[in-house]
Every structure is written in structure tokens, then in C-alpha cells.
């Protein structure tokens, strides 16, 4: 049987039990006086995290999740496994609404085993943890499905949510984990300890230069992407204005500058499941495959002092990164 912290709240112990009946019968489950709640308890324990998080020796076995997406069956295998204690802690890289069906669901199981299991597990910030990304791609529909009148209030709720998740983390193994790749105005990552919470302190920050800086670093960290035939260190991507390629080079002098020996990160389903880059100086994993015809094994990335290794979600290994 389960063991949970003491002081569990009954809604969420029932999330953790069954997780897809929980899903089917949310709209009765989760008013939103209750998401309310929730909400404001994971903003208690974002506040006391930094924009870039240093994870502790808990950390030094570790398994990083890529983009999830609302996929519901793939966020309750990781959850068993964590429960089961096959997984040590756990490192989320972010995306979890939008595209799939079940993106409330998952979201809150993300947040909910980082909120009980802080000292095991870190959720980080994606490019679609963002109201206008989620416009777009299905999370606000969901929400308006959900809620209907009070959609307004929800929306507003994870809004607020969105400025406080962590966009960085760095491993006692030094890795740097984040959901997109190299940011282009920061030499290092520990220049990410200037970024302010929430996030919309950027704006209020006097020096213009110093604020463009600091947002775009913010924001590419989330968006860029690697690219192997670069001949420039970075060039501008088809992702949107301020985004980039960045190329081994870049991939090298940054690792370099933050003395730092990989970057992992996750972002692009059409690189696959894994996918290997620049010497294994950056590693990609993304955890979901109903949406992309690209995933033909969803995996997860096992970090430990000694290895690193690609598994499935049966926690069968895959194959050595």
C-alpha cells in the first residue's frame, strides 16, 4: 500500500490512487473553489524557488521527463514508477498542457508530486506553461470545457502559476536541465540568478538594456533550439521573432563559461524519443507519442553519478546516452 506525507489533502490522495477516474469526473471533482486552493499551495512552494534551481544530493540519481502534453497514461507510468521507488527523484522539463485531452489532470499530478516530494522533485517551466501558447493549442478550451462561467477565473489562476515555475536546473552531476536550449544573451547559466519572481518583474526593471537581456535569455531558454550545421554560433529560428538555433560552438562556451558538463533538454518531437547531440554535450528526451507520429517509444532519461540511460516506461533500459 501507498505511504503519503501526513496532511495529504483527500482530493489530491485520490488523484495519486486513480488518476484516470479522477480525469473522467473532474468537472464535479475540482470546482473551482478547489483548483483555487490548489493553486495557491503550489504558489507557496514556487515563491521559495529560485528562477534557476541547484538541486541537492537527492538529485544524484535522477529521472528527467520530456514534454508530456496532456497525456494522461504517460504521466500516471511515470507517477507509478516514482511510487513504486524505481525512480530516485524526479526532474520535469515542462510542457504539460495543450494538445492533449487530459492537460488538468496532468498538470496537477506534475505539481502535486513536486508539492508533497519537494525535496524530490522539480517541475520546470515550457514554452507551453504560457496563457497565449495555450490559446492555441488546446489548454483554455479545456478549461473553458471544464468551467464554463468560471473558465475566466482559472485561466486567470494559471496565469499567475506561470510566472512562478523555475526555468533551469542544474544536477549535482552538472548537468543543466531546461525545456528549450542555449539562451543567446548569457554567456553562463548562472546569470539566470538575476531573473526575478514572477516573472513580470522583468518588465519593471530600469536599465532597458539590462531588461531585454534578461526576458530574452528568459524566453530562449524555454524556445531555442540546436541545430548541427550551423556555421554561426546562433541563427535566428522559424520558431518566432527572438528564437534561435545555436550550434555546437555555442552548445561548447556555454557548458564552458557555466563550468557545467551537459545540457538536457527536450522541446522538438521530431527528434524522436532521444536523440543524442554534439558529443553528448546535449542530450534530448520527450515523453510523449500520441500526438507525433515521429515517438515510437516514449522514454524518460535516467542521470546517475556514473551513467545516464535511456528507459521505457516499463523502466527497461534502452539503451546507454
Not at 176 to 197: D, F, N
Not at 251 to 277: D, P, Q, V, Y
Amino acid at each position: 500500500m501507498r505511504q503519503y506525507p501526513e496532511g495529504i489533502y483527500p482530493l489530491i490522495k485520490e488523484l495519486f490512487e486513480d488518476p484516470i477516474a479522477f480525469n473522467d469526473d473532474i468537472k464535479s471533482k475540482l470546482p473551482i473553489a478547489e483548483l483555487e486552493k490548489f493553486i495557491q499551495e503550489y504558489m507557496d512552494l514556487l515563491k521559495t524557488q529560485p528562477a534557476l534551481v541547484y538541486l541537492g544530493d537527492n538529485f544524484k540519481d535522477t529521472t528527467i521527463v520530456g514534454d508530456i502534453h496532456g497525456d494522461l497514461p504517460t504521466a500516471q507510468r511515470i507517477m507509478t514508477l516514482f511510487f513504486e521507488e524505481k525512480i530516485n527523484s524526479l526532474i520535469f522539463l515542462g510542457d504539460y498542457v495543450d494538445r492533449g485531452e487530459a492537460s488538468l489532470t496532468v498538470i496537477l499530478i506534475v505539481l502535486s508530486l513536486m508539492l508533497y516530494y519537494p525535496e524530490r522533485v522539480i517541475a520546470l517551466k515550457g514554452n507551453h506553461e504560457d496563457i497565449k501558447v495555450n490559446k492555441k493549442y488546446g489548454f483554455l478550451s479545456e478549461l473553458e470545457n471544464i468551467y464554463g462561467d468560471d473558465a475566466k477565473v482559472a485561466i486567470e489562476l494559471f496565469d499567475i502559476l506561470y510566472n512562478f515555475i523555475s526555468v533551469a536546473a542544474i544536477t549535482p552531476n552538472g548537468s543543466i536541465c531546461a525545456h528549450g536550449g542555449v539562451p543567446r544573451p548569457i554567456t553562463k547559466i548562472q546569470e539566470l540568478e538575476e531573473l526575478p519572481k514572477p516573472y513580470l518583474g522583468i518588465m519593471t526593471i530600469e536599465d532597458e538594456e539590462k531588461q531585454k537581456k534578461i526576458f530574452d535569455a528568459f524566453y530562449q531558454i524555454q524556445w531555442n533550439d540546436p541545430r548541427d550545421d550551423l556555421t554561426e554560433h546562433f541563427e535566428p529560428s522559424m520558431r518566432g521573432k527572438e528564437t534561435y538555433y545555436f550550434n555546437e560552438h555555442a552548445t561548447r562556451e556555454f557548458l564552458h563559461n557555466s563550468r557545467m558538463k551537459r545540457f538536457i533538454r527536450a522541446h522538438e518531437a521530431r527528434r524522436g524519443a532521444f536523440e543524442s547531440l554534439f558529443n553528448g554535450r546535449l542530450l534530448h528526451i520527450f515523453s510523449t507519442g500520441p500526438f507525433y507520429g515521429e515517438i515510437q517509444c516514449i522514454c524518460i532519461l535516467q542521470e546517475t553519478e556514473s551513467e545516464t540511460i535511456v528507459r521505457d516506461l516499463e523502466w527497461n533500459e534502452v539503451k546507454k546516452a
